[in-house]
């Protein structure tokens, strides 16, 4: 490949360089240890060194030098990675360069030329970023040394590999890096040492790039404590960009369970291509910045002039196409950007294909021309079928019409700039159930009143109506530096709910789906749900003092919006801070318009805000505290800690300021949110801290700064808004106001502008993405602290033990989830249940997790051992078992004494674990979801259990949509509280089938074991003991017994021999009854007869088991449980991948 020249003093540095083609300009080198006569380990010996002392080689085995025959300066120019490659480039050197070279004169020109020949063929390359994916073939082999290396599943799916070195301290080790959908791994073999490294991305907590003195450059990786740094990466920008949607992808997919169903390339992690996460991560990147839909998706950029009718002149940008819209943004963004919805247009004409031009005629008579594009005549074709239009010949006399209009639109806007008149966009509000917004209702302007504050309300509607006229109005208004000026400004009252829908996007969601919210509102009228209640309790705790918040219109307006919402997106449901927004929301926008604004507030401008877990505003915390660190230095050195921020700040994100700040204020606020994002709130938060720098500096603790940020925020004022007085202290938590200064909000957003406008966009999101791993992972080692804390009082196991078991039943919950986007493990994850509920198996999750930590090597029959303990943990019957019903079961078969240990054995043979017969098996599929045969054989063929048409477990209340079993929590909440101990009093008797069982179980836990004789004999003994002790129990409760009394000694020696030789067809061949009974029996008592004859009770079956001394030294026998947990952690994907 092209390399940006660069600089080299020395041609044979440390002589690691061959020389194998030259000429007077160009060397072609080859490193020591590749090619012929090389060895591979002397060139990955070589190759290591030659990474850290040869910045400008990186890792490439092959380059090309240019130098002048009277310079000792040589400069890199190309590098590959195989001699194929390499001479490929050399080749095209003497064809295209060297002829040319002989007309300079001197060296300077020639250097000149072949550096900018050089640059303008890396910019063509450059062009043309969706390159083909990788040499198929180089890529299979690639593929290849993956699975032999790493022993990962077969579905596990390659998504690129990079060429790199990782670094042990020290100690560079030059190897390849392999990013796959569901893991990130590293190998290297050199002298003899070899390196693997395997994380899952889903353990990562820090993905960054760095440098330092040792490393100019590396990505950073931080995973179960340990650091990880990768260098001498020939593209690390790229990489790192995969690295960070890969991670991105799983945290989505694993945490969020995000389906992807609107991206193809996503929905399926078996087919996760570099190419398909490019494509993803440009489509956010178009949706986010002009305000999009979540279901638009980037089809076409081309690169264009826009003529802009209020600048007199054409502005360079990029047109963006997605399904439903056409955007233009300028080259930086900042210039000017414009939304044009696929409705909106009316035409689409080339006036001449010399100028590459064609004209988008859209609604209310305006026209954009642009022009310049390469692919001009596709493009209108795309987006005459797009926007519905024909071309044919029977529509040519409309089409000239159009054509004349469009064409004096445009001679006009050429003309007579200053001209230019623009048709204001009318929103249709029928559907509204509340057609005016509350602000309208309960402040009338007065128009007669000519007070200071309303003529400067009226000179900024008119500064408003100027903007309209040069810019235009509606969805497709052209957005400049003079918006946002505007903005900082203030809005004017009138115009705000209508700028609040353009700005966010909200008008195009409520365009699109006429109706909508009516239906809602219909459907969700008179549910109850958890959402339902919380929003009942908060709805008088919203701007209670607002006069449009003290009567039954505004808080039925509040609760229709937020009912509708819930009912909407079950997932977020209702969060508190909701209804403080949205009654801001419908103090200034109708009724539906507030719908759609706190659809595009939740969904789109901020992310994971509103869930029980406010992933997102943590995440804009940390975002916040790296802002501080960067702009405010002496605040850092004063305060070290910044999480006190962290804390403050948290209503200032969720709320938008609005809970700190008097209504009047807050609204300025919030003009600014809609506009710019998250990124006007966080650049207010700086300012309000700069603003307050020496006080906050002075004070002594963090009570002492709440009280100075809260006065501060207390003395900040609209000395502009015409609110009543009554209106304007409605939302002030303090009435009582600094008298000694005031702070004006609008010359503290300009002060935030001016002082901290530089941050983009583009920083905060990539800030956003670093910091929601870390906020993640702290989230999820809070929620592992705290069932550890829980388990912990239940359990023998320490606590490090407990944290390596709860990483490996994560681990096998993610494991069933990596492969597929419809686990129903990842279906059912909510992190909003409770701890305990979060990560739970299914049985084949679990009989994988136990076959690897069952504390009996030697069993035989594990599948089935395990299907009946599943059953027995499973208390309430849902299918599935947590981490607490998982451990208490393996500290009894670990830690327990020995009749705990007996007692658990002696429950695995009684129902529910135990089924006995077929038919019973049959019905039990259903109760248990698991599969109706337990022959080990077949379990592999079965699902784990059957699942409703959803393919969601449900064990809790849903929350959102359904109704809400309150009673069922209480219940089961007081059966844990009055839970007794059970005593071995409790238990059941065993019956004969389940007594051959238990002892055929008895020769299955030892079957292999070194003592393996005598400890059958030992269970042969007990067997004919017990079974002897129930016919002399028999004998006397039947004196009267006939002669025929060979018949049940026959029975006891039947069924003594089926549990010695272990097996099921000898035990169901057993007689089940024995003719004892006289003459004057009835023959319906004889299976009572038989039922009391073949049962025992636990105290009998462990008086028993006590006089065997090899089979209490077996149980009491300890278990190395940190062999086994280390055995597990390194058997746990390798098991998964012999599958």
């Given at each position: 490949m092209w390399l940006k020249p660069e600089e080299i003093l020395l041609k044979n540095a440390f002589k690691l360089w061959v020389t194998e083609k030259d000429n007077d300009y160009f060397v072609l080198q080859r490193r020591r240890g590749y090619g012929e006569g090389g060895g591979g380990l002397t060139g990955l010996l070589v190759g290591t060194l030659d990474t850290v002392l040869d910045s400008t080689s990186k890792v490439a085995p092959y380059r090309i030098l240019h130098h002048t025959p009277d310079s000792q300066v040589y400069w890199s120019i190309a590098c590959g990675v195989t001699r194929e490659e390499i001479v490929q480039h050399w080749e095209w050197l003497q064809q295209n360069i060297m002829r040319t070279l002989s007309v300079f004169d001197s060296s300077e020109d020639i250097t000149s030329?072949?550096?900018?020949?050089?640059?303008?063929?890396?910019?063509?390359?450059?062009?043309?970023?969706?390159?083909?994916?990788?040499?198929?073939?180089?890529?299979?082999?690639?593929?290849?040394?993956?699975?032999?290396?790493?022993?990962?599943?077969?579905?596990?799916?390659?998504?690129?590999?990079?060429?790199?070195?990782?670094?042990?301290?020290?100690?560079?080790?030059?190897?390849?890096?392999?990013?796959?959908?569901?893991f990130l791994c590293f190998y290297s073999y050199l002298l003899g040492s070899e390196v693997k490294l395997v994380i899952s991305w889903d353990e990562i907590w820090r993905l960054e790039k760095t440098s330092n003195v040792i490393l100019t450059e590396s990505i950073h990786v931080l995973a179960h404590g340990e650091d990880h740094y990768f260098s001498m990466l020939l593209h690390l920008n790229e990489t790192f960009v995969i690295m960070e949607q890969l991670a991105d992808y799983s945290i989505k997919r694993l945490f969020d369970k995000e389906a992807f169903q609107r991206e193809p390339a996503l929905?399926?992690?078996?087919?996760?291509?570099?190419?398909?996460?490019?494509?993803?991560?440009?489509?956010?990147?178009?949706?986010?910045?002009?305000?999009?839909?979540?279901?638009?998706?980037?089809?076409?950029?081309?690169?264009?002039?826009?003529?802009?009718?209020?600048?007199?002149?054409?502005?360079?940008?990029?047109?963006?196409?997605?399904?439903?819209?056409?955007?233009?943004?300028?080259?930086?963004?900042s210039q000017c950007h414009v939304i044009i919805p696929m409705r909106e247009v009316v035409n689409v004409e080339k006036p001449d294909s010399g100028s590459r031009a064609l004209t988008v005629c859209v609604r209310g008579k305006r026209a954009l021309r642009f022009s310049e594009v390469r692919d001009f005549q596709r493009l209108a074709n795309t987006l005459r079928s797009r926007c519905g239009i024909s071309a044919s010949p029977q529509h040519s006399a409309s089409s000239e019409v159009i054509r004349g209009e469009c064409q004096s639109l445009i001679n006009h806007f050429e003309d007579n700039p200053e001209d230019v008149t623009l048709m204001v966009g009318q929103k249709d509000s029928s559907k509204a159930v509340s057609t005016e917004a509350l602000m309208t209702v309960f402040h009338p302007q007065d128009v007669e009143n000519l007070d200071p504050k309303m003529l400067k309300e009226k000179m900024k509607e008119q500064s408003w109506n100027i903007h309209f006229s040069e810019y235009g109005r509606g969805t497709s208004m052209f957005f400049t530096r003079k918006t946002r000026d505007l903005i900082v400004r203030g809005v004017p009252e009138a115009l705000r709910g209508e700028l609040w829908m353009l700005f966010s996007g909200a008008v195009n969601d409520m365009a699109t789906h006429p109706g909508y919210y009516t239906e809602l509102v219909e459907q969700s009228l008179?549910?109850?749900?958890?959402?339902?209640?919380?929003?009942?309790?908060?709805?008088?705790?919203?701007?209670?003092?607002?006069?449009?918040?003290?009567?039954?219109?505004?808080?039925?307006?509040?609760?229709?919006?937020?009912?509708?919402?819930?009912?909407?997106?079950?997932?977020?449901?209702?969060?508190?801070?909701?209804?403080?927004?949205?009654?801001?929301?419908?103090?200034?926008?109708?009724?539906?318009?507030?719908?759609?604004?706190?659809?595009?507030?939740?969904?789109?401008?901020?992310?994971?805000?509103?869930?029980?877990?406010?992933?997102?505003?943590?995440?804009?915390?940390?975002?916040?505290?790296?802002?501080?660190?960067?702009?405010?230095?002496?605040?850092?050195?004063?305060?070290?800690?910044?999480?006190?921020?962290?804390?403050?700040?948290?209503?200032?994100?969720?709320?938008?300021?609005?809970?700190?700040?008097?209504?009047?204020?807050?609204?300025?606020?919030?003009?600014?949110?809609?506009?710019?994002?998250?990124?006007?709130?966080?650049?207010?938060?700086?300012?309000?801290?700069?603003?307050?720098m020496e006080a906050l500096i002075s004070c002594h603790d963090d009570a002492e700064a709440?009280?100075?940020?809260?006065?501060?925020?207390?003395?900040?004022?609209?000395?502009?808004?015409?609110?009543?007085?009554?209106?304007?202290?409605?939302?002030?938590?303090?009435?009582?106001?600094?008298?000694?200064?005031?702070?004006?909000?609008?010359?503290?957003?300009?002060?935030?502008?001016?002082?901290?406008?530089?941050?983009?966009?583009?920083?905060?999101?990539?800030?956003?993405?670093?910091?929601?791993?870390?906020?993640?992972?702290?989230?999820?080692?809070?929620?592992?602290?705290?069932?550890?804390?829980?388990?912990?009082?239940?359990?023998?196991?320490?606590?490090?033990?407990?944290?390596?078991?709860?990483?490996?039943?994560?681990?096998?919950?993610?494991?069933?989830?990596?492969?597929?986007?419809?686990?129903?493990?990842?279906?059912?994850?909510?992190?909003?249940?409770?701890?305990?509920?979060?990560?739970?198996?299914?049985?084949?999750?679990?009989?994988?997790?136990?076959?690897?930590?069952?504390?009996?090597?030697?069993?035989?029959?594990?599948?089935?051992?395990?299907?009946w303990i599943f059953r027995l943990i499973d208390e309430n019957q849902d299918g599935l078992?947590?981490?607490?019903?998982?451990?208490?079961?393996?500290?009894?078969?670990?830690?327990?004494?020995?009749?705990?240990?007996?007692?658990?054995?002696?429950?695995?043979?009684?129902?529910?674990?135990?089924?006995?017969?077929?038919?019973?098996?049959?019905?039990?599929?259903?109760?248990?979801?698991i599969p109706v045969t337990e022959d080990s054989s077949h379990l592999s063929r079965l699902t784990a259990f059957d699942l409703p048409e959803d393919g969601v477990i449900r064990k809790s209340p849903e929350r959102g949509r359904g109704k809400v079993d309150l009673q069922a929590y209480l219940k089961q909440w007081q059966n844990e509280i009055l839970k007794k101990e059970e005593t071995i009093k409790d238990l059941p008797r065993i019956n004969q089938t389940q007594f051959i069982q238990f002892s055929k179980t008895l020769y299955n836990i030892f079957h292999g074991n070194p003592e393996e004789e005598s400890l059958y004999r030992a269970v042969a003994h007990v067997t004919s003991l017990l079974l002897r002790m129930e016919e002399v129990g028999r004998r006397l409760q039947e004196p009267s017994s006939p002669p025929e009394s060979t018949k049940p000694a026959n029975t006891t020696a039947a069924a003594a021999a089926a549990a010695?030789?272990?097996?099921?067809?000898?035990?169901?061949?057993?007689?089940?009854?024995?003719?004892?009974?006289?003459?004057?029996?009835?023959?319906?008592?004889?299976?009572?007869?038989?039922?009391l004859e073949w049962s025992f009770s636990f105290e009998q079956v462990l008086a028993s088991l006590l006089n065997e001394p090899a089979l209490v030294s077996f149980f009491e026998r300890p278990v190395d449980v940190h062999a086994k947990l280390g055995q597990a952690k390194v058997a746990q994907l390798k098991l998964k991948a012999n599958k």
């Amino acid at each position: 490949m092209w390399l940006k020249p660069e600089e080299i003093l020395l041609k044979n540095a440390f002589k690691l360089w061959v020389t194998e083609k030259d000429n007077d300009y160009f060397v072609l080198q080859r490193r020591r240890g590749y090619g012929e006569g090389g060895g591979g380990l002397t060139g990955l010996l070589v190759g290591t060194l030659d990474t850290v002392l040869d910045s400008t080689s990186k890792v490439a085995p092959y380059r090309i030098l240019h130098h002048t025959p009277d310079s000792q300066v040589y400069w890199s120019i190309a590098c590959g990675v195989t001699r194929e490659e390499i001479v490929q480039h050399w080749e095209w050197l003497q064809q295209n360069i060297m002829r040319t070279l002989s007309v300079f004169d001197s060296s300077e020109d020639i250097t000149s030329f072949v550096q900018g020949k050089i640059r303008g063929l890396i910019a063509e390359e450059g062009k043309s970023s969706m390159v083909l994916e990788e040499d198929p073939e180089k890529f299979r082999e690639a593929h290849l040394r993956f699975e032999k290396w790493f022993e990962l599943p077969s579905e596990e799916k390659l998504v690129t590999y990079y060429s790199c070195s990782y670094w042990r301290g020290k100690v560079p080790c030059q190897g390849w890096l392999y990013l796959s959908t569901n893991f990130l791994c590293f190998y290297s073999y050199l002298l003899g040492s070899e390196v693997k490294l395997v994380i899952s991305w889903d353990e990562i907590w820090r993905l960054e790039k760095t440098s330092n003195v040792i490393l100019t450059e590396s990505i950073h990786v931080l995973a179960h404590g340990e650091d990880h740094y990768f260098s001498m990466l020939l593209h690390l920008n790229e990489t790192f960009v995969i690295m960070e949607q890969l991670a991105d992808y799983s945290i989505k997919r694993l945490f969020d369970k995000e389906a992807f169903q609107r991206e193809p390339a996503l929905s399926d992690p078996l087919q996760i291509t570099k190419r398909g996460l490019e494509a993803h991560a440009k489509s956010e990147q178009f949706r986010t910045f002009f305000r999009l839909p979540k279901e638009e998706n980037l089809l076409e950029v081309h690169e264009s002039f826009l003529w802009v009718p209020f600048s007199h002149f054409n502005t360079l940008g990029k047109i963006c196409l997605s399904e439903n819209y056409l955007c233009f943004a300028s080259q930086d963004g900042s210039q000017c950007h414009v939304i044009i919805p696929m409705r909106e247009v009316v035409n689409v004409e080339k006036p001449d294909s010399g100028s590459r031009a064609l004209t988008v005629c859209v609604r209310g008579k305006r026209a954009l021309r642009f022009s310049e594009v390469r692919d001009f005549q596709r493009l209108a074709n795309t987006l005459r079928s797009r926007c519905g239009i024909s071309a044919s010949p029977q529509h040519s006399a409309s089409s000239e019409v159009i054509r004349g209009e469009c064409q004096s639109l445009i001679n006009h806007f050429e003309d007579n700039p200053e001209d230019v008149t623009l048709m204001v966009g009318q929103k249709d509000s029928s559907k509204a159930v509340s057609t005016e917004a509350l602000m309208t209702v309960f402040h009338p302007q007065d128009v007669e009143n000519l007070d200071p504050k309303m003529l400067k309300e009226k000179m900024k509607e008119q500064s408003w109506n100027i903007h309209f006229s040069e810019y235009g109005r509606g969805t497709s208004m052209f957005f400049t530096r003079k918006t946002r000026d505007l903005i900082v400004r203030g809005v004017p009252e009138a115009l705000r709910g209508e700028l609040w829908m353009l700005f966010s996007g909200a008008v195009n969601d409520m365009a699109t789906h006429p109706g909508y919210y009516t239906e809602l509102v219909e459907q969700s009228l008179g549910t109850s749900t958890l959402a339902t209640d919380e929003i009942e309790r908060d709805l008088h705790r919203s701007l209670p003092e607002h006069p449009a918040f003290q009567s039954d219109t505004g808080i039925s307006a509040l609760r229709r919006v937020l009912t509708a919402y819930a009912y909407r997106n079950p997932k977020i449901g209702y969060c508190q801070a909701m209804n403080i927004l949205t009654s801001v929301l419908l103090l200034y926008a109708k009724e539906e318009e507030a719908f759609w604004l706190l659809v595009a507030v939740c969904e789109r401008m901020l992310p994971d805000y509103f869930n029980r877990r406010i992933i997102g505003a943590l995440v804009d915390q940390a975002v916040f505290e790296d802002l501080i660190r960067e702009n405010l230095p002496q605040l850092v050195e004063h305060m070290t800690d910044l999480s006190f921020f962290s804390s403050v700040s948290l209503s200032w994100f969720l709320t938008l300021f609005i809970s700190v700040l008097p209504i009047e204020s807050a609204v300025n606020v919030v003009d600014c949110f809609f506009y710019d994002g998250i990124k006007a709130i966080l650049q207010l938060g700086l300012a309000v801290l700069d603003y307050n720098m020496e006080a906050l500096i002075s004070c002594h603790d963090d009570a002492e700064a709440v009280t100075i940020l809260n006065k501060f925020f207390d003395s900040v004022t609209n000395k502009d808004s015409p609110l009543p007085p009554t209106v304007q202290q409605a939302s002030v938590g303090n009435n009582v106001k600094a008298s000694h200064f005031n702070v004006d909000i609008s010359e503290l957003i300009r002060e935030a502008y001016e002082k901290y406008g530089n941050i983009r966009s583009e920083e905060v999101e990539s800030s956003r993405k670093r910091n929601k791993l870390h906020v993640i992972q702290t989230l999820e080692d809070t929620t592992k602290q705290n069932v550890i804390r829980v388990v912990s009082q239940e359990v023998k196991f320490s606590a490090s033990q407990l944290d390596e078991l709860y990483n490996l039943f994560k681990r096998q919950h993610f494991l069933s989830c990596y492969w597929t986007m419809k686990s129903p493990a990842l279906l059912h994850h909510d992190p909003s249940l409770a701890y305990l509920e979060q990560y739970q198996l299914g049985f084949q999750q679990f009989s994988v997790l136990f076959s690897l930590l069952e504390p009996w090597a030697f069993c035989t029959s594990k599948s089935t051992l395990s299907l009946w303990i599943f059953r027995l943990i499973d208390e309430n019957q849902d299918g599935l078992v947590n981490f607490k019903e998982f451990c208490c079961a393996l500290d009894t078969l670990y830690s327990g004494s020995f009749t705990n240990k007996l007692k658990f054995l002696f429950k695995l043979h009684l129902p529910p674990a135990f089924t006995g017969s077929p038919l019973h098996l049959k019905e039990q599929r259903i109760q248990h979801f698991i599969p109706v045969t337990e022959d080990s054989s077949h379990l592999s063929r079965l699902t784990a259990f059957d699942l409703p048409e959803d393919g969601v477990i449900r064990k809790s209340p849903e929350r959102g949509r359904g109704k809400v079993d309150l009673q069922a929590y209480l219940k089961q909440w007081q059966n844990e509280i009055l839970k007794k101990e059970e005593t071995i009093k409790d238990l059941p008797r065993i019956n004969q089938t389940q007594f051959i069982q238990f002892s055929k179980t008895l020769y299955n836990i030892f079957h292999g074991n070194p003592e393996e004789e005598s400890l059958y004999r030992a269970v042969a003994h007990v067997t004919s003991l017990l079974l002897r002790m129930e016919e002399v129990g028999r004998r006397l409760q039947e004196p009267s017994s006939p002669p025929e009394s060979t018949k049940p000694a026959n029975t006891t020696a039947a069924a003594a021999a089926a549990a010695e030789e272990a097996s099921t067809e000898e035990a169901s061949t057993t007689p089940e009854t024995a003719d004892t009974s006289g003459s004057h029996n009835s023959q319906d008592a004889a299976p009572d007869l038989s039922e009391l004859e073949w049962s025992f009770s636990f105290e009998q079956v462990l008086a028993s088991l006590l006089n065997e001394p090899a089979l209490v030294s077996f149980f009491e026998r300890p278990v190395d449980v940190h062999a086994k947990l280390g055995q597990a952690k390194v058997a746990q994907l390798k098991l998964k991948a012999n599958k």
